[in-house]
Each structure stands twice: as structure tokens, then as C-alpha cells.
């Protein structure tokens, strides 16, 4: 909010006066409210005045970083610069200056920011507490990964043995059932170790992948087996060379 308020050429503002200044002795003054509702002069546009800059000396932990900004920057715009240096978002960022935790909308200078000013930046706790559960959630997530990566070369074994046996059957080779039914226990194993894995994020699509094989392999083998069971063995024969047997035929003696 600005407010133009006169004042006399001695800067004190004027009111209810019984006699009425010239004009050189009147000059109209901007003002404009700071946060927590200080009533200060308006300044001047950084077009007319050149403002300095500062070296603020930033501590974070055992890190110290030096950074270089205007002398009437706010604090939320110093936020912005450590973002690059720290990787810190600026609603992650809490500046303690002189003791006190400082708010983005207050000037450096108005707080008496000097340059060479040590500035204290520490991380939001409840930023802190996300930045650990998500840590915690990508570690069971890379561990699911693995164990799924695992199940999953096991897999590529198994269902090379079922392409086999799909072949031998389009052959029209009978296939033992004990060899069916073993194929299809080994992969109800792997089935239920995919279960037992506690999945999420990118393991769940990985996890869910690998079970969709294991069902497809065990609905091809449970076809194969009924069919299997009523076709016929192939039964490979050697050809014999056959002999006609002589003639039985008997010589009676005639009589006259």
C-alpha cells in the first residue's frame, strides 16, 4: 500500500497549517507499508539509485557458503539463490539472522543485513522428515526390484522348457506327465515368492509383469496335459518281408 503524504522542506509533515507554504517549500513524499505493518519512506527505483550488493556468509551445518546479493533483497529471494547452491527448495529453507527465524517478505537492509553478514540456513524439519521417508521407500523399492530380477531369470528358464514341450506336442510326441506336472510345481513357487514380495512404485508393474508370466506358463501346460493324456503314442514299426506259405494241398491216390 503507498500513500502520498506533503511534507515542508524540513521533512515534517504538514497538517492543519494557518498559512500556506509556496510550492518550493512543499514536496509530496511516497510511503509504503513493510511487513508487520511499518509505515517507512517508498524507495527509490533501482533506475534512479544504484543499490549495492552484499556478501552474505551462509552457514549450513559444517557448510559455508558465500553468496552475493542486493542489498534490498528480501530474504525470500536469498532462498532462491541457495536453492542452486544447497539443492534446497525455498519453502524447504528456514534463515535465522541475529537469533531470529526471518520471513520472505522482510528486506535485507531493513534488518540490518550487512555485508559479510553471517546468515544461518537450516532445513525444515518436516522437509527433513520427507526427505527420509522417501529415502526409506526407494531402498524397499530397490530391494523388491531385486528380488523380482531374480525370480524373473529363473522364469526365463522355466518358460523356455514349456516352449519345448509345446513344440514336441505340435510334433505329435507324447510327452511324460511327470515332466508337465513338475514344470508346472516350479512355477507355482516362483509364484509364491512373487506374493511374499511387498511391492511398490516401479517394483508393482515389475512384480505384477512377472506373475502374468507365471499364470500363462502354467495355463499352457495345464492344456498340454489334458491333451496330452488323450493322444495316442506315436509307435515306430520295422517293416518285414512277408513270405507266402506253399500251398496245402494233398495228392489222393485215385483207385479203379
Known amino acids: 500500500m503507498m500513500l502520498r503524504i506533503r511534507s515542508n522542506a524540513h521533512g515534517r509533515m504538514s497538517e492543519n497549517s494557518t498559512t500556506t507554504p509556496s510550492n518550493d517549500e512543499m ?41 552475493s546479493v542486493n542489498s534490498q533483497a528480501t530474504f525470500g529471494e536469498v532462498k532462491k539463490v541457495l536453492t542452486v547452491e544447497t539443492g534446497l527448495q525455498p519453502g524447504e529453507q528456514r534463515l535465522i539472522f541475529r537469533g531470529k527465524e526471518r520471513e520472505n517478505g522482510e528486506y535485507l537492509d531493513m534488518c540490518g543485513v550487512k555485508d559479510r553478514s553471517k546468515v544461518i540456513l537450516m532445513e525444515d524439519p518436516v522437509s527433513i522428515e520427507k526427505r527420509s521417508i522417501e529415502m526409506r521407500r526407494n531402498a524397499r523399492i530397490q530391494t523388491a526390484l531385486r528380488a523380482i ?35 508346472i510345481e516350479m512355477l507355482m513357487r516362483h509364484a509364491i515368492k512373487l506374493d511374499n514380495i511387498p511391492a511398490e512404485g516401479d517394483a508393482t508393474a515389475q512384480k505384477n509383469l512377472q506373475g502374468k508370466r507365471v499364470r500363462k506358463c502354467v495355463e499352457t501346460l495345464d492344456v498340454l496335459k489334458l491333451s496330452n493324456a488323450g493322444l495316442k503314442p506315436v509307435v515306430v514299426t520295422t517293416k518285414w518281408e512277408t513270405f507266402d506259405p506253399p500251398p496245402n494241398t494233398a495228392h489222393w491216390e485215385n483207385f479203379d
Open 27 to 67: 514536496a509530496e513524499i511516497e510511503w509504503e507499508m513493510r511487513p508487520g505493518g511499518m509505515l517507512v519512506q517508498k524507495r527509490i527505483g533501482a533506475s534512479d539509485v544504484s543499490t549495492p550488493n552484499l556478501r552474505l556468509r551462509i552457514a549450513f551445518g559444517a557448510v559455508r557458503i558465500e553468496i
Open 149 to 183: 530380477s531374480d525370480i524373473a531369470l529363473e522364469l526365463d528358464k522355466l518358460v523356455d522348457q514349456v516352449s519345448v514341450i509345446e513344440k514336441s506336442f505340435s510334433s505329435g510326441v507324447k510327452v511324460s506327465e511327470v515332466q508337465i506336472t513338475t514344470l
